[in-house]
């Protein structure tokens, strides 16, 4: 099985960036996609962004577009989460994850690829505070 370790959390300011990596222990251009949830504790998971590897689509969720850029390096099996204008609200663990084949039983989104998590790994703490 496939298994993903994140890394790239931190401390920022409101307004700041930070850039998390994922790299995969097996190649990711064949996989149907691959992203980013966060959670907080006490509150339920939140689906984030998601890439298909081989043809590039990207999903996000509302609260980050404009904000937050997914994008792969398939010859180092490695999806990246660039986030930019960050919030105390972003402030989260976030994980990344890969969807099993039951993505493709419904309309492809962000709220679909969360519903259709497979494996995902322990994830890297972002917190935003002044």
């Known amino acids: 099985q496939v298994q993903l370790v994140e890394s790239g959390g931190g401390l920022v300011q409101p307004g700041g960036s930070l850039r998390l990596s994922c790299e995969a222990s097996?190649?990711?251009?064949?996989?149907?996609?691959i992203g980013w949830f966060r959670q907080v504790p006490g509150k339920e998971r939140e689906g984030v962004a998601c890439?298909?590897?081989?043809?590039?689509?990207?999903y996000y969720a509302d609260s980050v577009k404009g904000r937050f850029t997914i994008f792969t390096d398939n010859a180092r099996n490695t999806v990246y989460l660039q986030m930019n204008s960050l919030k105390p609200e972003d402030t989260a663990v976030y994980h990344c994850?890969?969807?099993?084949?039951?993505?493709?039983?419904?309309?492809?989104?962000?709220?679909?690829?969360?519903?259709?998590?497979?494996?995902w790994g322990r994830g890297t703490l972002v917190t935003v505070s002044s």
């Open positions: 890439i298909s590897p081989s043809a590039g689509s990207t």
């Open positions: 994850a890969i969807a099993d084949k039951t993505w493709l039983w419904e309309r492809q989104n962000i709220a679909t690829f969360l519903k259709a998590l497979e494996v």
């Open positions: 097996r190649e990711i251009l064949d996989l149907l996609a």
